[in-house]
């Protein structure tokens, strides 16, 4: 299986590492195309302390968590608009953005790309393939939601980075890895936690309304 992975200067740098770092233990990913934007390599920088800027494969590798020599992830330069991902006749299974910024979402939703991750995105929807943007913005105004919209009615899966909380997260990254197994889930990549709401059993005693 092959995927593009993008990484905006949205906030959730985070999530961008575990959706890399799941990606690569999934056994069924041979191949992760990286395209990061300059304003994704600052955000890394405030967030997480990485230093992407100007980073080479061995580095990214690091950043995962990957033997230096791994050959898993290509890093694709912002713009070349001739990488594989650029073209429809190269087959690939889907494309996530995480996190996506607001410009990233409205230059994919318009259509007029002008780098390779609104290249890629575009190429991701017209050759219906799976299309995975995660944006992390608050609160949305009208424009954010009509492009969201927009995208949906057009195929792509629009997952907020808004986590849930019912498996009890006791830290920041069980939380954050809560999200990237349903952007996985969408991505129809396998991993090792099962992130489907099983019900709550009922309790066994019957309380009357009105009782003490």
């Avoid at 997952?159 to 997260?169: D, K, Q």
């Amino acid at each position: 299986m092959e995927f593009t992975v993008a990484i905006t200067g949205a906030s959730g740098s985070i999530y961008a590492q575990r959706t890399l770092v799941h990606m690569a233990a999934s056994g069924v990913v041979e191949r992760i195309n990286l395209i990061m934007s300059e304003a994704a390599t600052t955000v890394a920088r405030v967030e997480l302390g990485a230093d992407l800027r100007g980073a080479d494969h061995a580095r990214i590798n690091e950043w995962i968590g990957l033997a230096p020599d791994s050959k898993l992830v290509h890093l694709q330069r912002l713009d070349n608009m001739a990488a594989r991902p650029s073209s429809g006749s190269h087959p690939q299974e889907g494309m996530v953005v995480v996190p996506c910024s607001m410009g990233t979402l409205g230059a994919i939703a318009s259509g007029a790309g002008t780098n390779l991750i609104h290249r890629a995105a575009d190429v991701t929807l017209k050759e219906g393939r799976r299309l995975v943007l995660v944006p992390r913005e608050t609160p949305y105004n009208a424009i954010h939601l009509e492009n969201m919209l927009r995208l949906s009615r057009a195929g792509a899966h629009i997952i907020p980075a808004s986590p849930g909380f019912y498996h009890r997260p006791q830290t920041i990254e069980a939380l954050v890895d809560h999200l990237v197994f349903r952007i996985l889930d969408h991505l129809g990549v396998p991993h090792p936690q099962n992130t489907q709401w099983k019900g709550m059993q009922q309790p066994s005693e019957t309380v009357n309304v009105g009782e003490d």
